[in-house]
């Protein structure tokens, strides 16, 4: 820890309390002194009074923010608390502490801003330095990726990512943040397709109230939400020729107009966009303004498809089998070189997301420890080995939902030998109680009554997924 007070006595009553918790502190009596050890690196968290001698602990915390300098701030004053706390906040500090400070009130403080930290950490030794999830692979292809990003992140530059359904583009989106001035600043999303056309403006610029039927209140937009920070516009092809005029002026004037407002705010955010779409192409049909296209494709990054990158397959394997065992409660199996082999010859249309979700199915429905090449083969293979295993091949029927008809008829055939026990059938199928029931209630297979939690959703309808021919690009759950 690191205090900052310009008084001495402050500096020796919190330094003493923290120490007598446990922790390792240190002291510095201005803003030069402190930034030169925080600069040295090894401070956790700094706890900062807004009047130094030497400046002010505002201009600290800015250089924190500018610099990268990984550690946590504590803004404290005891003058204008209020507006004080609000601006500290609003400049990225963690948290507000009223002076005199009170013992109980700093060592909770500490506790809740190193929890947050713990967290990240973890969450920063799961995904990777690429953010949200990891950017996984050796492959030269990927390579290249790494590197186009490393030049890109650093800059302002609007940046276009294209590619492929499921193979990463927005995992690419918050790796630019993540490695760009800007990574300690919200990073905020927003699938174009997935917004109704006339809605698009409010969610873009926000919305003054009475703007609209149903506009009860003021609210603020994308924009304005990832100001300081970066804005994330993925499937940008998506959006309608209105709203593409209206995106470019916000992207040359820096402004946006809230829905029903009367004037004009000023935002800086990055914008980063993605896309399935052939742009270039829409551009020569003219659904895509040729304007706004050379203003978002400054830098222009493509996410390599699954299949030029085979020797990355079981890596990615085995960060999906960790994934699925970790969130979704799966059983931990192995794969054996002739799995992955299998696996690597696919040609994986739906990319990672797709075999993420093959993954899944293969520990679910996989015999003993190991996944073998003939489990493999049932799930990715066609009619006849769907046949062998009793499922039955439906021309214009999708992938996905014959395998949930596969699926659906196991753990019927399962709970029916097990007199609708859902937790014996669990069990039997190598599942933890948890995946059990939630496959019962996604695919609608009727449980005993008042077999698990309450009871509910016992024979319920099953709640669609699309296949992977459908699936959107989204969501940033899958690894690239």
């Avoid at 992140?153 to 990463?168: F, I």
């Avoid at 600043?185 to 009475?210: I, Q």
């Avoid at 709970?415 to 059938?425: N, V």
Wanted: charge should be negative; glycine fraction near 12%.
């Amino acid at each position: 820890m690191l205090v900052v007070d310009d008084q001495k006595n402050v500096l020796v009553t919190m330094k003493r309390a923290l120490e007598l918790e446990g922790y390792r502190v240190e002291g510095a009596r201005g803003v030069g002194e402190a930034l030169a050890r925080l600069r040295e690196g090894g401070i956790d968290v700094a706890v900062v009074d807004v009047r130094l001698g030497d400046g002010s602990g505002m201009d600290l915390l800015a250089h924190v923010q500018q610099e990268g300098i990984d550690a946590r701030v504590i803004v404290m004053s005891g003058h204008d608390a209020v507006e004080t706390a609000v601006e500290a906040t609003r400049r990225g500090a963690d948290d507000f502490l009223d002076k005199p400070v009170g013992t109980e009130r700093l060592l909770v403080s500490m506790r809740n801003v190193l929890r947050i930290k713990g967290l990240e950490e973890q969450a920063r030794a799961w995904t990777g330095e690429g953010g949200g999830r990891r950017l996984v692979g050796g492959s030269a292809a990927m390579a290249g990726l790494r590197a186009c990003v490393a030049k890109a992140a650093p800059t302002g530059v609007s940046v276009l990512v294209t590619g492929e359904r499921g193979s990463g583009k927005e995992l690419v989106a918050r790796a630019l943040h993540d490695g760009s001035p800007r990574a300690k600043k919200p990073y905020v999303k927003l699938n174009c397709a997935a917004v109704p056309d006339d809605l698009v403006e409010s969610e873009l610029f926000g919305h003054e109230r009475g703007a609209f039927t149903g506009a009860v209140a003021a609210r603020r937009g994308k924009f304005e939400a990832a100001d300081g920070g970066t804005l994330f516009l993925d499937e940008v092809g998506d959006m309608d020729a209105r709203m593409q005029a209206k995106l470019l002026r916000a992207l040359q004037e820096h402004e946006i107009e809230p829905v029903g407002g009367a004037g004009t705010r000023r935002v800086d955010g990055r914008v980063i966009a993605a896309t399935n779409r052939d742009l270039p192409a829409m551009v020569e049909r003219e659904e895509f303004r040729a304007d706004l296209y050379d203003r978002l494709a400054v830098f222009l990054i493509e996410t390599p498809p699954l299949r030029a990158r085979r020797e990355d397959v079981a890596a990615l394997v085995h960060c999906a089998v960790e994934r699925a065992v970790a969130e979704d409660g799966l059983r931990r199996r192995g794969f054996t070189d002739e799995a992955l082999e299998a696996l690597a010859a696919h040609d994986w249309p739906g990319n990672v997301r797709e075999l993420f979700n093959a993954v899944a199915r293969l520990l679910i429905l996989g015999e003993g420890d190991a996944v073998g090449a003939e489990d493999v083969a049932l799930v990715l293979a066609g009619p006849r080995a769907r046949r062998a295993a009793g499922a039955a091949y439906v021309p214009g029927r999708t992938h996905q939902s014959l395998m949930d008809e596969f699926e659906r008829a196991l753990l019927t055939q399962a709970m029916a030998a097990h007199g609708g026990s859902m937790e014996q059938t669990a069990r039997a199928l190598g599942l933890s109680r948890t995946t059990a029931f939630r496959r019962a209630d996604e695919l609608g297979v009727t449980r005993r009554k008042g077999a698990g939690a309450g009871g509910n959703n016992a024979g319920g309808e099953a709640r669609p997924r699309g296949d992977h021919g459908e699936a959107g690009d989204g969501g940033g759950s899958e690894d690239a």
